[in-house]
């Protein structure tokens, strides 16, 4: 059993055999034992902005211990947390998201989820592929043979087709970040893609990447398209042919010397040319310095299945991944308190900053001023005769003390689903009634008078009215959006008039929801503009719209 931190208490799960079967490291000390929904079981790796982790989600009804297999199992990134508080590293880390969702197919990683939960982990879960990465493969049997560098010339290059044809550029593919499963290759780590419809995240001249497996543009610090993956995929193949990189190692400087100004090494191409001189051309014209020289993803794919690529891994590649992939285990009982806190991880949080202190001390000082102005307007009406007037103008005053948001607009059409308020919820700044206030949560309504009422005959009251304080709907366009009215939990993924509302609102406060408009998708572009309305507001950063989004969003 490895030795790690008691205070991981499902580590146990998995033996010092079954890490080593799985390609797993045991926890240390400082990791997480839970990360949004999943349970962490073991390390798969860790780079410079964040850390790899084996877990699988608990069932809500696991209380006893249970078996499962390598299918259950999910491979989860996590930021680290000085990179999770950038607000540009958080835009980098929305585009790996989104290619992931984006690119989905037979030779990529299926996505599974991702989020910022209450432990600050800025996470996205994909699932566990049963094999080991090419980089491991090379490094335990050598190179491989012609036929199999065939196979991966086509199964990555049909992947990069898939990724160039959803407007994405890898701009890290290497070794490391091909998996070779049972069903083939998959690329995997879009952690510095670019896309098409979007800025670029790096100024020019900054290297993002892996040197020896950058393309001539890249590292140079140049505008890149599909055609420096192709590099990319030229360096792999001759790495995976003869088990060095056609730009030699060394020195980062140096590296990126030869890969912008010097011809791959004549030795490593030599070595491939020996046995498959065809392999060998097709690895030149990868790594051709001219982008336009290069062949097209698609090309790549189709040279190589011309060539009879193999059908199988080679027998001790083969026999690992099969034995990981056939791998089961047993869950370890979870407590209920455990089952608690993993579900409760699990489940997005209130989103407010420290700041929001602030904002509901000065929705104190708000509410004082509107009892005061209540009080005074009952005891003018008191202190004039008339009793059936003083009553009314009392009824009037009260109504407008506890309610001093009623919405005067119209019932929106639909009846949204009603979701509670917890008690713990701190009031927010409520402004007095405007001319056209926004809709208030589903379950408000406004003064109800009875039918049968007499009329009052005629009597000397002086009432105090509050003087609107709230803006018009000329200067406050968002309060003509009425998709939805209450506060429940919108986030990424989400469809509905809930997303609506929110891309009606902030459309109309100036924020770039994308090119398609109001359209009821919580995409890339909506989370990154709600993003930046919490920024703006001091609430927490988490792309989300909660119950603390949805007044901001509503509000002055």
Same mark, same amino acid.
């Given at each position: ?8 208490? /499902?580590?146990? @799960? ?56 390598? +299918? ?11 990179? %999770? ?12 998201? @989104? ?14 989820? !991702? ?39 086509? @199964? ?42 979007? =800025? ?15 393309? &001539? ?10 055609? !420096? ?5 030229? =360096? ?56 336009? %020289? ?32 056939? /791998? ?54 008191? %202190? ?7 009553? @009314? ?8 003390? %506890? ?48 039918? =049968?009422?007499?009329? &009052? ?11 609107? =304080?709230?803006? !018009? !709907?000329?200067?406050?366009? /968002? ?74 969003? +509503?509000?002055?």
């Amino acid at each position: 059993m490895p030795e790690t931190d008691p205070a991981h208490p /499902w580590t146990g @799960e998995l033996t010092a055999a079954d890490l080593e079967r799985l390609g797993a490291q045991p926890l240390r000390r400082s990791d997480p034992v839970t990360i949004g929904p999943y349970r962490v079981l073991a390390r798969l790796g860790g780079g410079g902005m964040g850390r790899l982790f084996l877990g699988r989600a608990v069932a809500a009804d696991e209380s006893q211990s249970a078996a499962y297999t390598a +299918r259950d199992l999910v491979a989860v990134k996590v930021i680290r947390p000085e990179y %999770a508080e950038d607000a540009r590293f958080r835009r980098r880390f929305d585009r790996e998201v @989104e290619a992931v969702r984006r690119v989905h197919g037979r030779y990529t990683a299926e996505l599974l989820g !991702s989020g910022f939960d209450e432990d600050e982990h800025l996470w996205m879960a994909t699932a566990y592929v049963p094999g080991l990465s090419l980089d491991e493969a090379v490094r335990r049997h050598g190179p491989l043979p012609a036929p199999v560098v065939w196979r991966l010339a086509a @199964e990555i290059g049909q992947a990069l087709a898939t990724i160039a044809a959803a407007g994405i550029v890898h701009r890290d593919l290497k070794p490391s970040n091909v998996l070779l499963g049972a069903d083939g290759a998959r690329v995997i780590d879009f952690g510095v893609v670019h896309t098409a419809d979007a =800025s670029a995240l790096t100024t020019t001249g900054q290297h993002v990447g892996t040197p020896a497996y950058m393309s &001539p543009e890249q590292a140079g610090g140049r505008d890149v398209d599909a055609a !420096s993956d192709v590099f990319s995929l030229g =360096s792999v193949l001759a790495l995976t042919a003869t088990g060095q990189a056609p730009f030699g190692e060394g020195s980062t400087g140096g590296v990126i010397h030869r890969v912008i100004y010097e011809p791959p090494s004549t030795e490593v191409v030599d070595r491939v040319a020996e046995s498959a001189p065809e392999l060998a051309g097709l690895i030149r014209r990868c790594l051709d310095k001219d982008p336009a %020289a290069r062949p097209a993803p698609e090309r790549v794919a189709e040279v190589a299945r011309e060539h009879d690529p193999a059908e199988e891994w080679p027998d001790p590649v083969a026999e690992l991944i099969a034995s990981r992939a056939g /791998w089961s285990g047993r869950s370890a009982a979870v407590s209920p308190m455990d089952q608690l806190t993993v579900l409760r991880r699990g489940t997005p949080q209130r989103t407010v900053k420290e700041a929001g202190r602030r904002k509901g001390r000065r929705a104190m000082v708000l509410g004082a001023v509107a009892m005061v102005v209540a009080v005074v307007a009952v005891v003018v009406a008191f %202190a004039v005769p008339g009793h059936k007037g003083a009553q @009314e103008a009392h009824s009037k005053a009260t109504v407008r003390a %506890a309610s001093p948001t009623v919405s005067h607009t119209p019932t929106p059409t639909h009846r949204p689903k009603k979701h509670p308020t917890p008690s713990t919820s701190a009031p927010l700044p409520q402004a007095p009634p405007a001319a056209n206030p926004p809709s208030g949560g589903g379950g408000d309504t406004g003064p109800t008078h009875a039918a =049968s009422e007499p009329k &009052p005959q005629p009597t000397k009251v002086i009432t105090v009215t509050p003087k609107p =304080s709230g803006k !018009s !709907s000329k200067t406050r366009p /968002w309060t003509s959006c009425h998709y939805y009215s209450g506060t429940a939990l919108t986030k990424y993924g989400d469809k509905g008039e809930r997303v609506r509302e929110v891309q009606c609102i902030l459309k109309a406060r100036g924020y770039n929801i994308g090119p398609y408009g109001v359209d009821g998708d919580f995409g890339d572009d909506t989370r990154l503009s709600v993003r930046d309305f919490q920024q703006a507001h001091d609430l927490r950063i988490d792309g989300m719209v909660g119950e603390d989004t949805w007044p901001a969003l +509503r509000g002055a």
